[in-house]
C-alpha cells in the first residue's frame, strides 16, 4: 500500500520526514475539504437524486415500479446523450444552442436515407453521424477562426437547422421508421442474461481500473486511495448496479402471455459506451486535458503551445458528432422523424442536464458523467411530475428553478474557489 509522505519538525528543529498510510478517515477528510473550497463536483445532483426519488415514491408509489423505472431509461436517453456532448463545448467556455435541432437534423437524414432510399441500417447511421460531423466543423471554424461568438453563431445554427429540417420533411412531412435495429435502439430490451452480464463487465471494468490506477499512482510514489475505499466505491457500483438490473429483468408486461417486457433497455449499454469512452477521452488523454487547459485560460494555452482553434473545432464537432446519437434514440423512439424532432425543450433539457450535474457554465470544469447524472434528474423531474398530474407549465417552471439553482451553486463555487486561491 503506498503512503503519504509528511515533513514533521523533530525535536531538535530538525525537518524529518514521516510517512502516513492513506486511509478512508483521511480521504473523507481530503473531500470535505475540496467541498469547502468550492469544488462539490456532482454532490448536489446524486442529493438531488435521492430527494427527489424519495418524495415522488413517497407522494406516488407506482414511481419506482419497474415499469415505470424502465420509462426513466428510454425517456431519458436522448436528452442525456446530447448533453454528453455539450459538455466538451462548455468545457471551453462556449455554448451551443444548435444542438436540438441538429440532433434533428441527423434524425432526418436517418429518416430519409433508411425509409426513402432504402439504404442499410448501419449506412444511414453513419450517415447521420456525418452530418453531425460536419454541423460541428462548421460551427466550430466560424466559433474559432472568424472570431464569432459561439451564442450568435449557435442561435445562427438553431434557426437554419431548423430550417434545413423543414426542407428535407418537405415543410412538414412524418417519415415513419419501420426497420426493426434502429427501432429497437430506444423500445426494445436486452435478455437478462446480457443484462447480468453487462452488470458484470462494468462492475469487473471499474474495479479494474481503481486497482491499476493505485497501483500506478503508488509506484510513482503518490498518494493512493486505500483499499477499503476502493472496495466501498465498486461494492456500492455493484449494489446499485445489481438492483437496477434485478428489478428492469423483473416482467413489465400486464399480459405475459401475449408478450413479455422485461430485460435491461438497449438504450442503457449505449449510453454507458458513451460514457466510458468520453470519459476515457478526456481523463486519459492529451486531448482531454488540452480541453480543460483551454477552458481554464484560452490565452495561457496558446502561449504554453496547444493548438486552442484546433481544440474549439473539436470540441464543437465531437458535440455536434454526440447530437447525431441523440437524434437517432430519438428517431427510434417515436418511430419516426418529424419538424419537432430535436426541437421543443429538448435543448433546454440537455444544457440543463450538463450544468445540473456539475459542468461548469465558465469552462474548464465537468465531466461526461455529470450529462449523466443530470439527465437522470431531468428525467425524474419530468417523470414524477408527469405522474402527479402537473401541468407543463408547471414542469417548466420547476425544472427551469432547478436549473438556476444549479447555475447559483456553480457561481458561488467558484467564488468560493477563487478566495481560497484554487483558481
Excluded at 445554427?157 to 419501420?178: H, K, M, P, Y
Aim: proline share 3%; hydrophobic share 55%.
Amino acid at each position: 500500500m503506498s503512503r503519504i509522505l509528511t515533513s514533521e519538525p523533530a525535536e531538535d528543529g530538525a525537518i524529518v520526514t514521516a510517512t502516513r498510510r492513506p486511509s478512508v478517515g483521511n480521504s473523507a477528510r481530503a473531500y470535505l475539504e475540496r467541498v469547502r473550497g468550492g469544488d462539490m463536483g456532482a454532490l448536489p445532483a446524486v442529493l438531488g437524486l435521492v430527494v427527489l426519488c424519495t418524495v415522488f415514491t413517497v407522494l406516488k408509489p407506482v414511481f419506482l415500479t419497474p415499469v415505470n423505472f424502465a420509462n426513466l431509461f428510454q425517456q431519458g436517453g436522448q436528452v442525456t446523450v446530447i448533453a454528453m456532448g455539450l459538455v466538451f463545448v462548455l468545457l471551453i467556455g462556449e455554448i451551443d444552442l444548435s444542438a436540438g435541432f441538429a440532433s434533428g437534423l441527423c434524425a432526418a437524414v436517418l429518416a430519409v436515407s433508411l425509409t426513402n432510399m432504402g439504404l442499410p441500417w448501419y449506412v444511414c447511421v453513419l450517415a447521420a453521424i456525418l452530418t453531425g460531423v460536419v454541423i460541428g466543423l462548421v460551427l466550430g471554424v466560424l466559433v474559432a477562426k472568424l472570431g464569432i461568438p459561439s451564442f450568435i453563431v449557435t442561435l445562427a445554427g438553431f434557426l437554419a437547422f431548423q430550417g434545413v429540417l423543414l426542407a428535407i420533411l418537405e415543410e412538414g412531412t412524418n417519415i415513419s421508421i419501420r426497420d426493426e435495429t434502429i427501432l429497437a435502439i430506444a423500445n426494445k430490451n436486452l435478455p437478462a442474461a446480457l443484462g447480468w452480464g453487462l452488470w458484470l463487465v462494468g462492475v469487473g471494468g471499474y474495479a479494474a481500473v481503481q486497482v491499476v490506477r493505485s497501483v500506478k499512482r503508488g509506484r510513482r510514489g503518490l498518494v493512493a486511495d486505500p483499499v477499503s475505499l476502493i472496495a466501498a466505491r465498486v461494492g456500492t457500483l455493484a449494489v446499485l448496479g445489481g438492483v437496477a438490473v434485478f428489478v428492469l429483468n423483473m416482467e413489465r408486461s400486464r399480459n405475459p402471455a401475449v408478450a413479455s417486457l422485461s430485460g435491461v433497455p438497449i438504450v442503457v449499454p449505449i449510453v454507458l459506451a458513451l460514457l466510458v469512452i468520453w470519459t476515457f477521452v478526456l481523463s486519459r488523454t492529451r486531448f482531454g486535458r488540452h480541453l480543460y487547459a483551454v477552458g481554464g485560460n484560452a490565452e495561457a494555452s496558446r502561449r504554453a503551445g496547444i493548438n486552442v482553434d484546433r481544440i474549439k473545432v473539436s470540441a464543437f464537432v465531437i458535440c455536434s458528432a454526440v447530437a447525431a446519437v441523440g437524434g437517432i434514440i430519438a428517431a427510434s423512439r417515436g418511430a419516426s422523424v418529424d419538424p419537432n424532432t430535436g426541437g421543443s425543450q429538448v435543448l433546454l433539457y440537455a444544457v440543463g442536464a450538463a450544468v445540473i450535474g456539475g459542468t461548469s457554465l465558465f469552462g474548464g470544469k465537468g465531466r461526461v458523467l455529470d450529462a449523466v447524472l443530470g439527465g437522470a434528474v431531468i428525467a425524474v423531474i419530468d417523470n414524477g411530475m408527469g405522474l402527479l398530474g402537473f401541468a407543463s407549465s408547471e414542469k417548466f417552471m420547476v425544472t427551469g428553478s432547478v436549473l438556476l439553482l444549479a447555475a447559483g451553486v456553480d457561481a458561488l463555487a467558484r467564488r468560493r474557489a477563487a478566495a481560497a486561491g484554487l483558481r
